[in-house]
């Protein structure tokens, strides 16, 4: 039986919703990156969640990541997963990096399915702008997008 699942990226507020202006599941592998405006996330230093919050993760949030790519002939495990979103969430890094020289790379967070994984790591400095999404660089990244899964091959450990 084949089974879908969802990643969870980490970073900056900006960059991932600069990352969902572009991946917006448009392309041909339907890859979504969903998260929330930055202006709308706000953490209060008064709630012990948000000061914990703060003290792992620093100003980084997280965000949905879904691609048609993400299915798995059941059972599986995490590497199985994680084999799967790796070559994705590089190839949007580098659309990332090429369209805005300031973005600071996102990270796999978790991978969500009745089993998953946890690969969290420290967070970056507060950064209050993106030049990602903006409507001229969106058939680039499509374009770059593409030559990318013919470009990366996958490695082995």
Same mark, same amino acid.
């Given at each position: 039986?084949?089974e $879908? ?6 970073g ?9 202006k572009?991946?917006?599941g448009?392309?041909?592998d339907?890859?979504?990156v ?24 620093g ?6 990541? $879904? ?5 798995l ?10 084999d799967l ?11 990332g990096?090429?369209?805005?020289p ?5 990270t ?31 058939p ?12 990366? $091959?996958?490695?082995?450990?």
């Amino acid at each position: 039986m084949t089974e $879908t699942f969802k990643a969870r990226l980490q970073g900056n507020p900006w960059d991932l919703w600069g990352l969902s202006k572009i991946f917006n599941g448009t392309n041909a592998d339907a890859t979504l990156v969903d998260a929330k405006h930055p202006a709308s996330i706000r953490l209060d230093m008064r709630n012990k969640q948000d000061q914990r919050h703060f003290e792992v993760f620093g100003n980084e949030t997280h965000a949905d990541l $879904t691609s048609n790519s993400f299915r798995l002939e059941f059972p599986f495990g995490s590497r199985d997963m994680y084999d799967l979103v790796m070559p994705v969430l590089n190839r949007i890094n580098a659309i990332g990096h090429l369209l805005d020289p300031d973005y600071w790379p996102v990270t796999l967070f978790d991978c969500v399915h009745k089993t998953s994984f946890n690969s969290y790591g420290g967070g970056h400095k507060y950064k209050n702008k993106t030049g990602l999404g903006e409507q001229h660089q969106v058939p680039l990244a499509f374009d770059a997008f593409e030559l990318g899964c013919g470009l990366i $091959t996958r490695s082995e450990p």
